[in-house]
């Protein structure tokens, strides 16, 4: 069961899977999970990329994430949903994410 958790990620990287495209990427320990799929090239619907507009909203499908700020723009019933925002949160563990908005830039870099 996917886990929302309200503390900050754990000190090791951790393996990002976006389904359903199944691309995988590698997250540093505290960096975001929007920025380590950039990073990688896989390109997740965003915009104010600070927890409040809520664009880049997305479905944890397994694993545990953490949030970089206090009060991320998700309510406690969408927590329990699994729903988060990845322009704030990191993995805690290896994660899978369900977002079909998801796609590839041009610098794509994954397995
Ligand atoms: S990009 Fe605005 S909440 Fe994530």
């Given at each position: 069961?996917?886990?929302?958790?309200?503390?900050?990620?754990?000190?090791?990287?951790?393996?990002?899977?976006?389904?359903?495209?199944?691309?995988?990427?590698?997250?540093?320990?505290?960096?975001?999970?929007?920025?380590?799929?950039?990073?990688?090239?896989?390109?997740?619907?965003?915009?104010?990329?600070?927890?409040?507009?809520?664009?880049?909203?997305?479905?944890?499908?397994?694993?545990?994430?953490?949030?970089?700020?206090?009060?991320?723009?998700v309510s406690a019933e969408e927590r329990q949903q699994?729903l988060?925002?990845?322009?704030?949160?990191?993995?805690?563990?290896?994660?899978?994410?369900?977002?079909?908005?998801?796609?590839?830039?041009?610098?794509?870099?994954?397995?």
């Amino acid at each position: 069961m996917p886990t929302v958790a309200s503390q900050p990620p754990q000190a090791t990287e951790s393996q990002i899977r976006i389904e359903p495209a199944g691309w995988v990427c590698t997250a540093a320990p505290l960096q975001s999970i929007l920025q380590a799929t950039q990073q990688a090239g896989i390109e997740l619907p965003s915009s104010c990329r600070n927890g409040t507009c809520r664009t880049c909203l997305s479905q944890l499908v397994s694993g545990e994430i953490g949030y970089l700020i206090e009060w991320p723009g998700v309510s406690a019933e969408e927590r329990q949903q699994g729903l988060f925002l990845p322009c704030v949160a990191c993995a805690r563990s290896d994660i899978v994410v369900d977002q079909s908005m998801a796609h590839r830039s041009s610098e794509f870099n994954v397995t």
